[in-house]
């Protein structure tokens, strides 16, 4: 994947679209391979954390990225607040970012966009998880649904598989999260820990180990006691690269069994 750079400014996203922000279709080489997306616009500083908590949260306030992986790979993002001038607007750095990687990607064009209030995505939400118990369908931490305005059965949804999340700071900013969360059934599902680097510094860089697929990654603001609905900027920096072969682990560990028979041998000879 050749290095490069897109520096117009993205719009804001109402629904789940990824125009202007597709990494494209990535095949891991031996070598590290970057491209990065710079001067996205997300519309909160909590929206990232908000879906970390037992009513998920609103995707609309969440920034959407896309890209391809043709086979198994490590893949490396940075999300990085930088602040910039959009048209006569001046753009504020984001603070706290966060986001998670999922399997899957939304409808795409000429299909309707999938967002969390359409028809379909409000009657799943309610069944699964109760009338008035969700603010969006966004799940920081775990698998979750959504779909469009065309959709009028369960399967029309798409289902976003989670592949892992990363967040600036520490739980001072973006809060415990929650591990379990419970279904209208009586079912629980349990999630994964929210990762944060430890330093709020305005930057998160997560590595993720990913088989070939779709893949949507959702940014947004991870301060999750955050109020502000203004317009935060950041970069966003994608990169790939191979992960060593098991063959190579098992030739380096026979190696490593055949010196050491080999110099236990030589002591017991001496």
Not at 112 to 136: L, R
Not at 170 to 184: A, L, Q
Request: with cysteine.
């Amino acid at each position: 994947m050749a290095a490069a750079s897109f520096a117009a400014a993205t719009p804001l996203s109402a629904h789940i679209l990824y125009t202007g922000r597709d990494f494209g279709i990535l095949t891991p080489g031996g070598s590290t391979n970057s491209t990065t997306i710079a001067q996205n616009k997300v519309s909160s500083n909590y929206a990232w954390a908000d879906g970390t908590d037992a009513n998920f949260g609103d995707s609309h306030k969440l920034l959407p990225f896309r890209f391809t992986l043709l086979s198994t790979g490590l893949v490396t993002l940075q999300i990085q607040g930088t602040s910039f001038r959009s048209g006569v607007l001046n753009i504020a750095a984001m603070a706290n970012p966060g986001f998670s990687i999922f399997k899957g990607i939304a409808h795409l064009p000429p299909l309707a966009e999938d967002h969390d209030t359409s028809g379909i995505s409000v009657a799943y939400m309610d069944e699964t998880y109760g009338s008035g118990n969700w603010e969006g369908c966004f799940n920081a931490l775990g698998d979750w649904k959504m779909g469009s305005d065309d959709g009028t059965q369960y399967s029309d949804l798409t289902t976003f598989i989670y592949a892992g999340n990363a967040a600036d700071g520490t739980p001072t900013n973006y809060g415990s999260g929650t591990t379990i969360i419970t279904r209208s059934n009586g079912t629980t599902q349990t999630n994964d820990a929210i990762h944060g680097d430890g330093l709020a510094d305005g930057v998160i860089t997560g590595t993720f180990a990913l088989n070939a697929g779709d893949y949507t990654i959702l940014v947004g603001g991870a301060n999750y006691s955050g109020t502000s609905t203004a317009s935060f900027g950041f970069n966003a920096t994608l990169s790939v690269m191979a992960i060593p072969e098991p063959s190579i682990y098992g030739l380096l560990g026979s190696g490593i069994a055949v010196l050491l028979v080999a110099y236990r041998r030589r002591i017991s000879v001496r």
